[in-house]
């Protein structure tokens, strides 16, 4: 089954302990992003990439990393979590890029991330 | 900056009726416009996407519009059914950067 996958799916954390969220998928798609969804502000891109070895930052990349050595992988790592990054995160893949392009985007099912 | 804006309140109609979201845009022109469907705890689900080229784009009972002058993409569900409440979110895009700009979304909620 086509789908991208997110672990976990639930993580309560303390503030500066270290985490990484995986992110796969299976549609060997180039292009993949993570998103982070919060009331009243909706989905607000963190980081993608277009390809293997290639990333650039969303609207809101302060506080996260990312890396993409493998084209199914793009873990999201929170170097050091504070209590503003509590929010629900999602990953999303997508077929192609560039003109002519479908840009429909495949999404996780989410995970729900609490730093105390 | 660039802004897309939905409209924050619940959307709430008949069943039968025709939905009508709308999405705005401000201080920039995106190549393209998508349409997804969130339900509560889920990821968004892709549904429609319209380019900047074109006027309407219709899927079974969907239809979107983008109209670049006045900065706005309608999208409507005909014939809505209570299958169809959810939240609909508007993301914009440009085929260089990539990077994609959501709306806050719209809950609709279709009464039986």
């Known amino acids: 089954e086509a789908q991208v996958t997110q672990n976990p799916r639930y993580l309560i954390t303390v503030t500066g302990k270290k985490l990484t969220v995986t992110c796969s998928q299976n549609?060997?798609?180039?292009?993949m992003s993570w998103y982070r969804q919060d009331p009243g502000l909706g989905l607000r891109q963190i980081y993608y990439?277009?390809?293997?070895?290639?990333?650039d930052k969303g609207d809101v990349p302060e506080g996260y990393k990312v890396s993409r050595k493998e084209k199914r992988n793009f873990p999201l790592i929170l170097e050091s979590p504070s209590p503003n990054q509590t929010s629900l995160y999602f990953c999303?893949?997508?077929?192609?890029?560039?003109?002519?392009?479908?840009?429909?985007?495949?999404f996780g099912p989410g995970t729900r991330l609490t730093v105390t | 900056s660039q802004k897309i804006e939905q409209n924050s309140e619940a959307l709430n109609i008949q069943e039968g009726k025709t939905a009508t979201l709308t999405c705005n845009y401000t201080?920039?022109?995106?190549?393209?416009l998508q349409w997804y469907r969130q339900d509560p705890g889920r990821g968004p689900v892709f549904l429609l996407l319209?380019?900047?080229?074109?006027k309407e784009k219709r899927k079974e009972r969907l239809k979107v519009t983008f109209d670049t002058t006045l900065k706005q993409s309608l999208f409507h569900i005909t014939a809505s059914q209570p299958a169809d409440s959810a939240t609909y979110l508007c993301?914009?895009?440009?085929?260089?950067?990539?990077?994609?700009?959501f709306g806050s979304g719209t809950r609709l909620q279709v009464q039986p």
């Open positions: 990439s277009m390809n293997v070895e290639v990333t």
């Open positions: 201080n920039y022109s995106p190549a393209y």
């Open positions: 999303a893949s997508s077929l192609s890029v560039g003109q002519g392009a479908s840009y429909e985007q495949y």
């Open positions: 549609m060997n798609h180039e292009y």
């Open positions: 993301a914009s895009g440009d085929t260089g950067r990539r990077a994609l700009t």
């Open positions: 319209i380019r900047e080229n074109e």
